[in-house]
């Protein structure tokens, strides 16, 4: 923020965020107006003014809480706020879910690798305890979470990797488990070369 409460200058942000050029500073801002969380007046030296929470916005924050184990129980869930999604609302609601009933967890390892999940990746959950068979979940085991392929018979509950790396096994269960979520998408990680959204 400038002085008295007015919007700062370009080089004002490029000190504060510590960047070296003034078309980087440009960039952030121009991405900030496409997703209609500033305006900025043209002609004027301060010309930045916030717009109000939700107003001409079609995406969501969403939080990534968590990194999940899609090779094996290894993590244990981990509150983790400092870091949100721009996620587009259509893709974050149904007629069945809040906004706030969506998170994202971060993948860790490949055993869904042939579901299009990856190392790194971003996936989106919606918070329910029912699952059909099929449906790719996101399952609390113990303190540890794990996203895998749920299938109900017999009795058991079959946590199903999707990779044909025959190291995987499937996980089989009783009642020992909770369902978390289900997923909604799969957002390929920053590293990697965007080709597709996964949608389920």
């Known amino acids: 923020?400038?002085?008295?409460?007015?919007?700062?200058?370009?080089?004002?942000?490029r000190h504060a965020l510590k960047l070296k050029s003034l078309r980087t500073v440009t960039q952030y801002l121009e991405v900030?107006?496409?997703?209609?969380?500033?305006?900025?007046?043209?002609?004027?030296k301060r010309n930045i003014e916030l717009r109000q929470a939700g107003e001409g916005s079609n995406t969501?924050?969403?939080?990534?809480?968590?990194?999940?184990?899609?090779?094996?129980?290894?993590?244990?869930?981990?509150?983790?706020?400092?870091?949100?999604?721009?996620?587009?609302?259509?893709?974050?609601?149904?007629?069945?879910?809040s906004e706030s009933s969506i998170v994202a967890v971060r993948a860790v390892g490949d055993s869904m690798q042939d579901a299009g999940i990856n190392q790194g990746d971003y996936v989106l959950i919606r918070f329910t305890d029912e699952a059909e068979n099929g449906d790719r979940v996101a399952a609390i085991v113990g303190d540890?979470?794990?996203?895998?392929?749920?299938?109900?018979?017999?009795?058991?509950?079959?946590?199903?990797?999707?990779?044909?790396?025959?190291?995987?096994?499937?996980?089989?269960?009783?009642?020992?488990?909770?369902?978390?979520?289900?997923?909604?998408?799969?957002?390929p990680s920053p590293q990697a070369e965007l080709t597709?959204?996964?949608?389920?």
């Open 1 to 13: 923020m400038g002085p008295y409460g007015q919007s700062p200058t370009l080089d004002e942000l």
């Open 32 to 44: 900030l107006e496409r997703k209609g969380y500033i305006l900025r007046r043209k002609n004027a």
């Open 60 to 97: 969501i924050s969403v939080p990534v809480v968590a990194n999940v184990g899609c090779d094996d129980l290894s993590l244990f869930a981990q509150e983790e706020r400092d870091e949100f999604l721009e996620v587009d609302r259509t893709i974050a609601s149904d007629s069945r879910s």
């Open 144 to 187: 540890m979470v794990t996203v895998k392929r749920y299938e109900r018979k017999n009795g058991v509950t079959i946590l199903y990797p999707e990779s044909k790396n025959p190291k995987y096994k499937p996980i089989v269960l009783r009642e020992d488990f909770k369902i978390a979520g289900k997923v909604l998408c799969v957002i």
């Open 196 to 200: 597709e959204v996964v949608y389920e």
